[in-house]
């Protein structure tokens, strides 16, 4: 269970920082992977996202949504996260375009949707 004070880092950490780590599990061979990736949110609500094209840390995600989030900048604390991949198109371009436009990077916007990855990641430790 985490403190008061440590959900608030976490909170401030989501909104300000722009850098964390994931580590996933392997799908084939159960290793732990660590691999740092661009923070992504929307009002609070954390997102993983890629450019175009397959990346491990994804499938690895797709079969074990379960996952340890490293932040590291203003905080750092670990916490338990589950990724639930968005696949609908109309939600998936919704996010990405939110998220492309905080970034000034709506011209990827057809690409990502056609070919990145998108998953909504949740904190159930936090809830």
């Known amino acids: 269970m985490r403190t008061p004070e440590?959900?608030?880092n976490i909170e401030k950490a989501i909104r300000n920082?722009?850098?964390v780590d994931i580590t996933t599990t392997g799908?084939?061979?159960g290793n732990q992977y660590r691999k740092e990736v661009r923070l992504r949110q929307i009002?609070?609500?954390?997102y993983l996202t890629n450019n175009p094209g397959t990346r491990d840390w994804a499938a690895n995600l797709y079969?074990?949504?379960?996952?340890?989030?490293?932040?590291?900048?203003?905080a750092e604390i670990d916490a338990i996260a589950v990724a639930k991949p968005v696949r609908e198109e109309s939600e998936k371009r919704q996010i990405l375009y939110a998220?492309?436009?905080k970034?000034?990077?709506l011209d990827q916007?057809?690409?990502r949707v056609a070919g990145s990855n998108l998953f909504k990641i949740d904190f159930p430790e936090e809830k």
């Open 6 to 8: 440590e959900k608030l």
């Open 17 to 19: 920082d722009r850098l």
């Open 27 to 29: 799908r084939k061979s």
């Open 43 to 46: 009002d609070g609500q954390v």
């Open 63 to 74: 079969a074990i949504p379960q996952f340890q989030y490293h932040f590291k900048e203003s």
């Open 99 to 101: 998220l492309l436009e």
């Open 103 to 105: 970034e000034g990077a």
């Open 109 to 111: 916007l057809e690409a």
